[in-house]
């Protein structure tokens, strides 16, 4: 990176582990940005959350799906996952476990124009992630004014602000965390 003559990361967040890691080669913040479509508003028979992009560990898919039977307890929900992964084996099992066939659709990769679609739709948007960049999800999902919940690290407060954009919670925090 040291011999690049330029690097550009979407926020000062991704800047400021560059330069931890002593990258001396001029660094720039440039946003990122979305475009808005026009896309199929889904009619969702029930409360629907959706959560998208690859299916690995730190993006803990896993504990939204551990606390869906607390959930179903309180309103009838249906939780759909968009994406692939090494984690998706594990998530269908753990979902299997729970009895919770019926309550989480497994979507997999879908196209651009799908997955706005059901985010557009979607009662609510959840990025429980431990660790993001700076995610073009959370911003679509801002776009199309679906509520979102999600971890409040680094990546997602460039963007993100607690009771007004998002509701964010600690992911350290077992009390506060999903």
């Given at each position: 990176?040291?011999?690049?003559?330029?690097?550009?990361?979407?926020?000062?967040?991704?800047?400021?582990?560059?330069?931890?890691?002593?990258?001396?080669?001029?660094?720039?913040?440039?946003?990122?940005?979305?475009e808005k479509l026009q896309v199929e508003k889904r009619q969702l028979p029930i409360y629907t959350i959706?959560?998208?992009?690859?299916?690995?560990?730190?993006?803990?898919?896993?504990?939204?799906?551990?606390?869906?039977?607390?959930l179903l307890q309180n309103i009838n929900t249906e939780i759909i996952i968009i994406g692939d992964g090494?984690?998706?084996?594990?998530?269908?099992?753990?979902?299997?476990?729970?009895n919770l066939e019926n309550n989480i659709k497994f979507l997999g990769t879908l196209d651009y124009r799908?997955?706005?679609?059901?985010?557009?739709?979607?009662?609510?948007?959840?990025?429980?992630?431990?660790?993001?960049?700076?995610?073009?999800?959370?911003?679509?999902?801002?776009?199309?004014?679906?509520?979102?919940?999600?971890?409040?690290?680094?990546?997602?407060?460039?963007?993100?602000?607690?009771?007004?954009?998002?509701?964010?919670?600690?992911?350290?925090?077992?009390?506060?965390?999903?």
């Amino acid at each position: 990176l040291n011999n690049a003559s330029l690097i550009i990361t979407p926020n000062d967040y991704l800047r400021s582990i560059l330069i931890k890691s002593g990258v001396k080669a001029k660094i720039s913040v440039i946003e990122n940005a979305v475009e808005k479509l026009q896309v199929e508003k889904r009619q969702l028979p029930i409360y629907t959350i959706t959560m998208a992009g690859r299916l690995v560990a730190h993006k803990r898919f896993d504990k939204i799906i551990q606390i869906m039977p607390k959930l179903l307890q309180n309103i009838n929900t249906e939780i759909i996952i968009i994406g692939d992964g090494p984690e998706m084996i594990r998530l269908k099992q753990i979902a299997r476990s729970l009895n919770l066939e019926n309550n989480i659709k497994f979507l997999g990769t879908l196209d651009y124009r799908s997955t706005m679609s059901y985010i557009s739709s979607s009662d609510l948007f959840i990025m429980p992630s431990l660790y993001e960049g700076m995610s073009h999800l959370l911003l679509e999902a801002m776009l199309y004014k679906t509520p979102i919940l999600a971890s409040s690290i680094q990546g997602n407060l460039s963007i993100l602000k607690d009771k007004e954009n998002a509701l964010l919670f600690n992911p350290e925090n077992k009390e506060e965390s999903i």
